[in-house]
């Protein structure tokens, strides 16, 4: 049966201001649980007008960001030397390990793209390519990133907060026991890096590519 607060278990008038004495222990707990739940609901519709008075900004830039990041993949092609011929990633490349070998030359290429290998941080040149234009993938010329998309994060790999639609595909990788999504070239499966939810705004992200996994192309070459 609950507890009901009366004035005969008072022994002072509530609004005199004075020391309030409870004839029962329950009742002195029924009344500082009353407070505690008065003052938790002032908080919430103190927390919910904040809400409401910021919701039409926060709004508006996250459209803002939204249409920011759809410009920024739409036009990647304007990035693209005038004679460079793009290929598709629908026109699928597929090879032996053999002719893979033969035609990843260059050190450690092989083994990232085709045996997931990373390679040590701050080896690339490409972490300092700030020039106009388009990465692409090192097995097979598949565009997937632009100039415009890249960001320093510190790391010692190349980064990017998106990509060109449609050019990367996801995994999960529990090479290191806990998850991680993984992603590699949607035309040749050749593994690219890492996808993390630390990179800067519009999206968040962080494409944390290995350079040897790409190749540059500027755009005025």
């Not at 926060?58 to 939204?66: C, E, R, V």
């Not at 100039?147 to 050019?167: E, L, N, R, V, Y």
């Not at 070239?185 to 962080?206: E, N, S, Y």
Request: positive net charge; contains cysteine; charged residues 25%.
């Amino acid at each position: 049966m609950p507890f009901i607060l009366r004035d005969a278990d008072l022994t002072s008038n509530p609004s005199s201001g004075n020391t309030r004495k409870w004839n029962y222990p329950e009742l002195r707990l029924s009344y500082i649980y009353m407070q505690r739940r008065e003052f938790i609901s002032a908080i919430t519709t103190v927390a919910i007008g904040a809400t409401a008075t910021l919701s039409t900004p926060l709004l508006w830039a996250n459209k803002k960001a939204g249409m920011m990041l759809d410009e920024i993949q739409s036009q990647w092609r304007s990035f693209l030397p005038a004679d460079f011929s793009v290929v598709s990633a629908q026109d699928k490349l597929k090879l032996s390990k053999d002719e893979w070998r033969e035609q990843l030359t260059q050190p450690f290429a092989y083994d990232v793209l085709r045996r997931e290998s990373t390679e040590r941080p701050f080896t690339s040149a490409l972490n300092d390519e700030k020039r106009d234009g388009v990465f692409v993938c090192a097995g097979c010329d598949l565009p997937v990133f632009t100039s415009q998309m890249k960001f320093d994060s510190g790391t010692g790999w190349p980064s990017f907060f998106t990509s060109i639609p449609d050019a990367l595909e996801t995994k999960k990788d529990f090479k290191l026991i806990f998850p991680r999504t993984e992603y590699h070239c949607a035309r040749c499966g050749g593994h690219h890096g890492h996808l993390f939810k630390d990179g800067p705004q519009p999206t968040g992200q962080r494409w944390c590519n290995n350079g040897v996994a790409l190749n540059f192309v500027p755009k005025n070459s």
